[in-house]
């Protein structure tokens, strides 16, 4: 029995929305990955603090805020950081370490997780303290106290989003978890 198939415009809203990002990241990768990032990155910030608030007040600990200038600091990053860097990055590996390359799985891996990822979460601190205002000697104080306990969480908790993403993931839609391991 034949199956007929139904044109785009009688599909369901959240597929023709999917369609169109599609569209986009096929016309515009650059742009619609770093309004992605963008977009995920200051409510991932957000998603932080709400869980934050929450746990605090379930503690009887005072609530602070929400702090709006530290999701759009993370918004601002995820546009025109995370974006683009991620878009280059996963190029670049294509052409790097080709799928023919018998051991890519690992080599893509390895690359991410030990020159990426560090990298990149210094990148992360550094564009931070200065969206913060702050000067050298805080971001050398903030490096200190946290750069490798970060680093060392994000090994543990991305690695294995991250060999999904590289290896099964098509290149056109790779998405960066990069925006989110801060």
């Known amino acids: ?31 619609t990955k770093s309004v992605t990032s963008g977009i995920l990155s200051a409510l991932g910030n957000l998603l932080s603090q709400f869980v934050e608030a929450r746990r605090k007040a379930q503690k009887g600990a005072p609530v602070s805020n929400i702090d709006a200038a530290g999701a759009a600091r993370y918004a601002i990053y995820g546009l025109l ?19 023919t390359d ?18 990149f979460l210094l990148l992360f601190y550094f564009v931070m303290n200065i969206l913060e205002a702050k ?15 970060a680093l ?10 991250q060999f999904i993403n590289i290896n099964f993931v098509p290149v056109q839609v790779h998405i960066s978890l990069h925006f989110i391991r801060q």
Request: aromatic share 16%; glycine share 4%.
């Open 81 to 99: 950081i995370t974006g683009p860097v991620s878009h280059l990055f996963y190029q670049l590996m294509e052409v790097w370490i080709p799928t």
């Open 135 to 149: 000067g050298w000697t805080d971001f050398e104080k903030k490096m200190r106290r946290s750069y490798w306990t």
């Open 152 to 161: 060392k969480m994000n090994w543990k908790v991305w690695t294995p989003f």
């Open 102 to 119: 018998r051991f890519c799985v690992v080599k893509r891996l390895l690359l991410d997780r030990l020159i990426f990822a560090p990298g």
């Open 1 to 31: 029995m034949p199956v007929q198939s139904r044109p785009v415009r009688d599909s369901s809203v959240h597929f023709r929305l999917l369609q169109q990002y599609l569209v986009l990241l096929k016309r515009y990768p650059i742009l």
